[in-house]
């Protein structure tokens, strides 16, 4: 691969004309990928048509195939659905209707498709992009256009992104769409869980997907939101098609729900997929599961269909960013095409957005279905991919406790604690590590209140049924400070002998990474801290060392990107108005930056990249052009350290001035709801996987560095850092990441999306360079095992 830089300024859409068509199901941040490929289609000097209503206005043409502007896709960042329409079209199975809609295309010089939609609109335009030559000689032939428009568009280039609320595709992390289907989901349950718990009655969730006799994807459809959802919202049972329950499941789920009763658990909560079956490949229904548990055990149960809400709703911010940044990666992608490139589908790999081959993908797609017609579930969890069978791992893990007397005995005592300010995913996080904690035989402590609560000797066994319902619970139910080890080692020292405490797993922000540091360079004074110690990073500011994500973050943009939504709304109506919002973070801008991206801001002001006055002015002034327009509201993002001098304050009283006569602005300071709220399922989802994960390791610990009696552990790599690194999740000792970090300004020397800020500004019409040495390279699905990364649960 060429790794040299190259910047899209050398790649001119210049006389080129792009289509964009959503067709199939709609998905929440498809208007987010129009949006983009419009911009960055324009932004490249290329002309861009929408087109209406997918492949059957492609078929009809007349005004379904329209000329758009940078304004055209104005405030839609934030709509669900497809503004431009979806269809079904038959017309276009055939011959003669591709013959009609290549006619149509050609009119406009249009040789550049981009295809939002799932499995069968991207074979679609593969079929169209092969037939291309043939179609345009038989227009030819009928006289409908002469020989050197045949020559003129002799190619058509194609490149898709997928948008389904199923994640039904092979070779891509995440479908556009998924994220937000599973906030709905989650929002509903949340909701139900409530009155579940006043009545101490039993709810069956039905999750709404495709059949089983439809293709699948290796990370799963319905049972991929079913099986999400189960882990996110902690539910008792659930029944998906690639897991079939063993025989006699009927009696194994009404021991489990009658043994919930007698803890004094007051609600049960089964998910059964739509096409969920038996070993026998017998359906299993929503209401054949609440028949069973009425008729068995007289509970009171009642079943909710989601049904088409999940489709519904605004995009989460995930997948607003997912979709810009596939949006701008299809036209870059076009933009370099040849005659010789094949179709390719925009897919994301852990964090960077990459081309595969859209064939490849689709095979791959059909042996995951063809092995499910056979009943070789195992095999079809395997064609899953790994974060699935690590979803369905922790599942089983987490929900089914075994009796105590099959459970092993270690006589290990593990401790765990919140250390920081408090991040959503944190209970989640501690409710994990518990369940799997004990599963693996240890007994397992909470600390209250941090290291200062440790110290004070704030810590009491926990047990599997105390952390029951804690995975949607926002905040930190243990007690979180900020208060650092260093003052009270010799007090800590001695509640670890006293307690006899063989592990600890500290889950918290920078000042979690900094305590396990110093409990690290204690050792030598300290014995009691020769034991296995593990990092999870939870803090909203996404600032910790060794890891693209912490537990929080996810759950804070979403909060910073919702309340943006309503700021701009409630200009609706008003004179142009620009907005300045001043986020949290500390000194790391991923919370303004990429909120600023999920939001469509106009700007956003960093601690990570420098700016001055003329900045600011400039700033104002691409205001104040974009003003003149149709565009009648203005966003700008303020991370609270950016600058000392360039308060929040100044900046509003800057635009104020500066606008007068042209816009009025308003100030909003977000505070401390970027740190409350119940948390995203991804936040449920990666604090529960990496939990699991970081105690499995624990135990692997304990068992090396037991000697005689006693657990002495005292290598570097016994006091690690959990984190996700691109596409894996991997532990760091977190002596080795003292040199990538900036303990003065709390923040790691190097951080990952600060190669998306172009994007932004790209996107809000600033002239910007952008590094596409991480792109335009076209990989064959091989070189991945579809949905690896662990970002895919999410």
Sequence with gaps: MDHQPKFFENLSGTGKAIGVLTSGGDAQGMNAAVRAVVRMGIYVKAKVYFVYEGYQGMVDGGDNIVEVSWESVSSILQVGGTVIGSARCKSFRTREGRLQAAYNLVQRGITNLCVIGGDGSLTGANLFREEWSGLLEELAQKGKIDEEAVKKYAYLNIVGMVGSIDNDFCGTDMTIGTDSALHRIIEVVDAIMTTAQSHQRTFVLEVMGRHCGYVLSSEVCVSYRSLVSALACGADWVFIPEY??????????CVKLSENRARKKRLNIIIVAEGAIDCHNKPITSEKVKDLVVQRLGFDTRVTILGHVQRGGTPSAFDRILASRMGVEAVLALLE??????????SLSGNQAVRLPLMECVQMTQEVQKAMDEGRFVEAVRLRGRSFENNLNTYKLLSHKKPDAELPKTN?????LNVGAPAAGMNAAVR???RVGITEGHKMFAVIDGFEGFARGKIKEISWGDVGGWTGQGGSILGTKRTLPAKYLEKIADQMRTNNINALMVIGGFEAYESCLQLHEARSRFEEFCVPICVLPATISNNVPGTDFSIGADTALNAIVETCDRIKQSASGTKRRVFIIETMGGYCGYLANMGALAAGADAAYIFEEQFDIRELQANVEHLTEKMKTSIQRGLVLRNENCNENYTTDFIYQ???????????CRKNVLGHMQQGGAPSPFDRNFGTKISAKAMQWI?????????KGKVFANTDDSVCLLGMRRRNLVFQPVAE??????FVHRIPKEQWWLKLRPLMKILAKYKTSYDVSDSGQLEHVAMHSPKEAETGAI
């Design 244 to 253: 079939p329950p063993e025989e006699g499941w009927e009696d194994s789920m």
């Design 337 to 346: 095409a040849t005659p010789a490139t094949p179709a390719c589908v925009v």
């Design 412 to 416: 290990f005592n593990v401790a765990v």
């Design 432 to 434: 994990a590590a518990v």
């Design 654 to 664: 800057l635009y104020s001035e500066e606008g007068k006569g042209v816009f009025d």
């Design 699 to 707: 135990s692997k610990k304990l068992k090396e560095t037991y000697r």
């Design 737 to 742: 990441l003292k040199t990538e970090t900036d």
